[in-house]
């Protein structure tokens, strides 16, 4: 439902005739609050655990090493998008397959980078407050003694 909610918006992007003042205002006054509610309905039904074909993919076991490295992912890209939007210095044709191509290559190279930063920052540190954790936890047990 979502996604046809979005596509009915193309029909204001072609080229040539313009459809009637009308018919936009309508489609602006209505897309922004049956959107806001399909969104509800989708988290409502996610936090009620309806069962349905999105739960099952969105459950999917698969998501969860994509998932860790979503922090690792969020402080690489920019610095990537920068950095490569930045090197240029020559001015380009931009069409629909440069804009997909340079849009996959951004986020392969995005998730490769992630990947080594999380084995090699992130995991580490994680396993470090961990073991530092429990050890002060057990520290502090170890100093109460009991009585009897």
Same mark, same amino acid.
């Given at each position: 439902?979502?996604?046809?909610?979005?596509?009915?918006?193309?029909?204001?992007?072609?080229?040539?005739?313009?459809?009637?003042?009308?018919?936009?205002?309508? !489609?602006?006054?209505? /897309?922004?609050?049956? %959107?806001?509610? *399909?969104?509800?309905?989708?988290?409502?039904?996610?936090?009620?655990? /309806?069962?349905?074909?999105? =739960? =099952?993919?969105?459950? $999917?076991?698969? %998501?969860?090493?994509?998932?860790?490295?979503? !922090?690792?992912? !969020?402080?690489?890209?920019?610095?990537?998008? =920068?950095? #490569?939007? #930045?090197?240029?210095?020559?001015? !380009?044709?931009?069409?629909?397959?440069?804009?997909?191509?340079?849009?996959?290559?951004?986020? /392969?190279?995005?998730?490769?980078?992630?990947?080594?930063? $999380? *084995?090699? /920052?992130?995991?580490?540190?994680?396993?470090?407050?961990?073991?530092?954790?429990?050890?002060?936890?057990?520290?502090?047990?170890?100093?109460?003694?009991?009585?009897?």
């Amino acid at each position: 439902m979502l996604t046809i909610l979005g596509l009915n918006s193309l029909v204001f992007l072609k080229d040539g005739e313009q459809v009637s003042m009308g018919i936009r205002l309508l !489609y602006a006054l209505f /897309v922004k609050p049956v %959107w806001g509610l *399909l969104m509800a309905a989708f988290i409502f039904g996610m936090i009620c655990k /309806v069962e349905n074909v999105y =739960r =099952r993919i969105l459950e $999917w076991p698969g %998501w969860v090493s994509l998932v860790r490295l979503t !922090y690792c992912s !969020y402080n690489v890209h920019m610095l990537l998008i =920068r950095y #490569g939007f #930045g090197a240029d210095t020559q001015l !380009y044709f931009l069409s629909d397959l440069h804009m997909l191509i340079t849009t996959f290559g951004f986020i /392969v190279l995005t998730f490769i980078l992630s990947t080594v930063m $999380w *084995l090699c /920052v992130e995991q580490p540190s994680n396993n470090l407050i961990k073991k530092l954790g429990k050890k002060s936890i057990l520290d502090s047990e170890a100093g109460v003694k009991k009585i009897e």
